[in-house]
């Protein structure tokens, strides 16, 4: 496997609608999902999309390991999730503080919906159906949101809590990225 170029805000690959997978345990699927967790995992990001390494199709992983600089990241599990769906759970939104490994250094505060179920694949083709609220569902809706080419800031409604992470959190070790 291999550590792949996590494409920045502005390649047109990132506003793409990504096309869902056709064949679940193929060895395509298996080294686009080994290049996404070195990816992640050298990047110490809590989440990443295959269109953000080029590869428009419906594939994100995610997962939070619970750590005590980051007392506000729950711990969400490692998932890989194939063809996601997700149906929002009542009407409520909440606000946190996003960044993304495709907006690198920048960080702003997005509504998500609080609560949600998501469904779908691992890459094997076992179904996956969860329950999720707060940051884990907050996770699942910024990765879910790079298949269908949107970026957080294009979630913002004020932007004047949009900025550079180091000056926002002077100091402060602002926690991973999606
Ligand atoms: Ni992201």
Same mark, same amino acid.
């Given at each position: 496997?291999a550590?792949?170029e996590?494409?920045r805000?502005g390649?047109?690959?990132?506003?793409?609608?990504?096309?869902?997978?056709?064949r679940f345990?193929?060895?395509e699927?298996?080294?686009?999902?080994?290049d996404?967790?070195? /990816?992640?995992a050298?990047?110490?990001?809590?989440?990443?999309?295959?269109?953000?390494?080029?590869?428009?199709?419906?594939v994100?992983i995610?997962g939070?390991t619970?750590n005590?600089?980051?007392?506000?990241?729950?711990?969400?599990?490692?998932?890989?999730?194939?063809?996601p769906?997700?149906?929002?759970?009542?009407?409520?939104t909440?606000?946190?503080?996003?960044?993304c490994?495709?907006?690198?250094?920048?960080?702003?505060v997005v509504?998500?919906?609080t609560?949600?179920?998501?469904?779908g694949h691992?890459?094997e083709?076992?179904?996956i159906?969860?329950i999720?609220?707060g940051f884990?569902a907050?996770?699942?809706?910024h990765?879910?949101?790079?298949?269908?080419?949107i970026?957080?800031?294009?979630?913002?409604?004020?932007m004047?809590?949009f900025?550079f /992470?180091?000056v926002?959190?002077?100091?402060?070790?602002?926690?991973?990225?999606?």
């Amino acid at each position: 496997m291999a550590i792949r170029e996590v494409l920045r805000m502005g390649h047109p690959v990132l506003r793409q609608v990504a096309v869902p997978v056709e064949r679940f345990g193929t060895p395509e699927l298996a080294r686009l999902v080994g290049d996404m967790k070195d /990816t992640m995992a050298h990047e110490n990001g809590a989440g990443l999309a295959a269109p953000q390494i080029g590869e428009s199709v419906r594939v994100v992983i995610f997962g939070v390991t619970a750590n005590p600089r980051y007392p506000d990241a729950e711990e969400v599990p490692f998932t890989v999730l194939v063809n996601p769906v997700i149906t929002f759970l009542g009407e409520e939104t909440e606000e946190g503080w996003e960044g993304c490994l495709s907006v690198p250094g920048l960080r702003g505060v997005v509504p998500r919906r609080t609560r949600l179920r998501y469904a779908g694949h691992d890459e094997e083709g076992r179904p996956i159906d969860r329950i999720a609220e707060g940051f884990h569902a907050r996770v699942v809706q910024h990765e879910c949101d790079h298949l269908d080419g949107i970026l957080y800031p294009m979630r913002m409604p004020d932007m004047s809590r949009f900025g550079f /992470t180091d000056v926002l959190f002077p100091g402060i070790d602002a926690g991973p990225d999606d």
